[in-house]
């Protein structure tokens, strides 16, 4: 029988799942890695601690499974997105950690930009802000010593580990369009933008369509002969495709460390005025599509901060139970906004609070406020897609199907929905029967 390994490299870690040639799920393997989180607040990865976690899970997961690694015919990445870092041409070693999407610490470079702006919306179809990697890359280059004469690369995780498996230097379009120095109209690396940003377009990935052959891997011995890297998306554009969203003003909300509300609208980019952002879906068979996105920092990691930081649960699974022993009348609300605030707010100097707590407000009521902070946030990207003029017409209308992942849909949904506290939205909510990868199993 063949197989197809897809590893999914996450926020919070890495997953390999092992499918058969019906697409039936064989096997799966997961691996956390360390969140380097600074006194500031600043979020950083360890791409090599990330690389050797796609090696051991790959291992792990022909070992649980007794599948044949010869049996693979090819092999599909999808990665977190935004997460910028450089490395050494020559050496293949990063030059510093990698700036996770949720890091705010470029915002002095976006502020020094501030005037090209619009420009620089307009080119890319994102709003200005340290989330993307260009800001990122930027701070970067400016803070680390040493760089002057080296040949460097400025990637993304999938072009990381596309190089580390391959040793080919490629991107897909739809990672390539959230780094703020891609064209969406011309379909390429803009150098007036990589001047603003001081980026050199040497150091930047071949841009390829996301159903290329970007490769072939041996995985460092797991495998008897080269297999195909035959498929690259970023992680939320994964889902859109893979719930089925292939046509346009079908759309999706998916739930893992952050969300990301995302409408398919078709073959020709359509612009907001609301947050929202356009990007592109894929390149697939020769053609690009493109989407309207809103992108929201903290959700899933919402409930892992209740557990982890300030030890209000033993685990997520408690969450609804715990918020259920809530008094409904109780107004206590939870801003999440860690590093700041996403879409449709685009607010870096927001800090999180929690507001209207009474007498009363105990464990319980906090742990509902995080779940009720979930649905708030995804809502509020939802109606700005309602509330975005023009591209109303090709998306977000009444009718619209979201498919949402079903672990966070009981996190997202319900609880605003009961106690009357949120207006409901137009769109039709659709939980599919196969959770996500990201939902299937813990690590």
């Known amino acids: 029988m063949k197989y197809i390994l897809a590893i999914d490299q996450s926020t919070s870690g890495t997953k390999a799942l092992l499918l058969d040639e019906t697409g039936a799920l064989a096997g799966r393997e997961d691996k956390a ?14 791409p090599m601690e990330i690389y050797r976690n796609v090696i051991q899970v790959a291992r792990q997961l022909f070992d649980s499974t007794g599948a044949d690694p010869a049996e693979v015919a090819a092999i599909g990445i999808s990665n977190q997105r935004e997460t910028a870092l450089l490395w050494d041409r020559e050496t293949g070693r990063p030059v510093a950690d990698a700036v996770v999407w949720q890091c705010g610490r470029a915002q002095a470079v976006c502020d020094r930009l501030a005037a090209q702006g619009e420009e620089i919306q307009k080119k890319t179809g994102l709003k200005l802000s340290p989330y993307f990697p260009a800001a990122k890359w930027a701070w970067i280059l400016e803070n680390t010593p040493g760089l002057d004469h080296k040949a460097l690369c400025a990637g993304t995780i999938d072009s990381w580990l596309v190089y580390k498996l391959t040793g080919e230097f490629k991107t897909d379009y739809s990672n390539a369009s959230r780094t703020q120095l891609f064209n969406i109209h011309t379909l390429g690396w803009d150098e007036g933008l990589c001047s603003l940003f001081g980026i050199d377009p040497a150091m930047l990935p071949q841009v390829c369509m996301s159903d290329s052959l970007f490769g072939e891997t041996d995985m460092e011995g797991l495998f008897p002969r080269p297999v195909p890297v035959a498929g690259v998306l970023g992680d939320s554009h994964g889902a859109l495709f893979g719930q ?14 952050g969300s990301s509300v995302m409408i398919n609208i078709g073959g020709q980019p359509v612009f907001s005025d609301k947050g929202i952002v356009t990007s592109l879906a894929w390149g697939m068979g020769g053609q690009v599509e493109y989407v309207l996105e809103g992108n929201i920092n903290y959700t899933g990691s919402v409930i892992k901060w209740a557990v982890e930081d300030v030890q209000l649960l033993q685990s997520s699974k408690e969450a609804g139970m715990v918020a259920a022993q809530a008094d409904p009348d109780d107004g206590t609300y939870l801003v999440p906004a860690f590093t700041g605030l996403g879409a449709p707010y685009w607010k870096p ?20 406020a995080a779940e009720e902070c979930i649905g708030y946030q995804i809502t509020d990207a939802v109606r700005a897609m309602e509330a975005s003029g023009n591209c109303a017409r090709t998306a977000a209308l ?14 997202a949904f319900p ?3 009961r106690n009357g ?16 990868a990201s939902t299937q199993k813990k690590s």
């Open 398 to 411: 009444p009718g619209t199907n979201i498919s949402c992942n079903s672990r966070a849909i009981s996190w």
């Open 421 to 436: 506290r949120s207006c409901p939205v137009s769109a039709r909510v659709i939980v599919p029967g196969l959770p996500p």
């Open 349 to 368: 100097e927001a800090r999180a609070m929690i507001w209207g707590m009474g007498r009363g407000t105990g464990r319980a009521e906090i742990v509902k």
């Open 33 to 46: 890695h360390e969140q380097k989180i600074s006194e500031k607040g600043w979020v950083s990865h360890d």
């Open 244 to 257: 089925g969203c292939v046509e346009p003003g079908m759309g999706k909300a998916t739930y893992g460390t």
């Open 415 to 417: 609880w605003p929905c």
